[in-house]
């Protein structure tokens, strides 16, 4: 998860980069059972892919990077493979914060935090506060998080509002009830990069992606590096965002 090197040099000549990158890290599982290995071992390579895709926004010069890296159906998971990612949770947030605060990355923690165990919150907390002044790269990582959970809090939290008068709920539009997700402070996702061949969105940013780009690939995570980065930008900057619109006319076509 720590870009251990950032090596500097030019960041590819596209015209459209995205500011925010949001990625379903998928395929750990099977790239472990084609090595006839256990799971685990796959999640371990997975986190080395999270080292290079952070790497390679810092030099890019992507700002924003959110990462689902635990959804709130993985705890029906076995317990050994629970008990398994627990522990890679913990050793990443030992070793990786010196490295990521060193390249000014702003770490955060997306999801309902508290069915976690105290020493990984603890940890998340710590890491939270010391990158919070970070403003290279905002890394979000998605953790007991689901899109469903993510509306339905917010919706609770606009009641509340509401409740203790601070909020006309007459008034309440898309607007409004947008500063009570997740993520409120961020562009939402331009780019969405699942990989591992599934082509589904998985309760992920249900709100957030309304009008991202999705890109799939069948390259399992833990095999994602620079070059199959760059095939997904290079797609990302071919696409043409309407967000609704018509698509812009020539300038003749506009002149007559
Ligand atoms: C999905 O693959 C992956 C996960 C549920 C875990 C993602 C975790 C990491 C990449 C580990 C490191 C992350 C951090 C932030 C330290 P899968 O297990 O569903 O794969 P499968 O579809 O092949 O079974």
Redesign the pocket.
């Known amino acids: 998860?720590t870009p251990r090197e950032v090596v500097s040099h030019p960041p590819p000549l596209r015209e459209s980069v995205p500011h925010h990158i949001a990625i379903?890290?998928?395929?750990?599982?099977?790239?472990?059972?084609r090595r006839a290995q256990p799971?685990s071992l796959?999640?371990?390579a997975?986190?080395k892919?999270?080292r290079a895709i952070v790497e390679y926004c810092l030099r890019n010069r992507i700002p924003v990077l959110t990462?689902?890296?635990?959804?709130s159906e993985?705890w029906k998971?076995p317990d050994a493979?629970v008990g398994a990612?627990m522990d890679?949770?913990l050793k990443?947030l030992d070793k990786?914060i010196d490295e990521l605060h060193k390249n000014e990355v702003r770490v955060c923690f997306i999801g309902e935090l508290s069915a976690f165990p105290d020493p990984i919150r603890t940890r998340m907390q710590v890491a939270t506060t010391r990158t919070a002044g970070n403003q290279r790269l905002a890394l979000n990582?998605c953790?007991n998080y689901g899109g469903r959970w993510d509306i339905a809090t917010a919706a609770r939290l606009a009641a509340e509002a509401a409740l203790r008068g601070e909020l006309d709920a007459a008034m309440l539009d898309e607007r409004t009830l947008a500063r009570y997700f997740c993520l409120a402070d961020l562009p939402p996702p331009d780019l969405l990069i699942r990989t591992?061949g599934?082509h589904r969105i998985s309760n992920f940013l249900l709100w957030q992606l309304a009008y991202a780009e999705l890109y799939f690939t069948d390259t399992?995570?833990?095999d994602m590096d620079a070059a199959q980065f760059d095939l997904a930008l290079d797609d990302y900057a071919r696409r043409e965002r309407r967000f609704g619109c018509v698509p812009a006319a020539p300038a003749a076509a506009r002149a007559g």
């Open positions: 998860m379903v890290m998928d395929g750990n599982g099977r790239w472990a059972r799971r796959g999640h371990r997975g986190q892919a999270v990462l689902f890296a635990f959804s993985n998971r493979e990612l890679l949770f990443a990786e990582v953790v591992g599934e399992l995570w833990p």
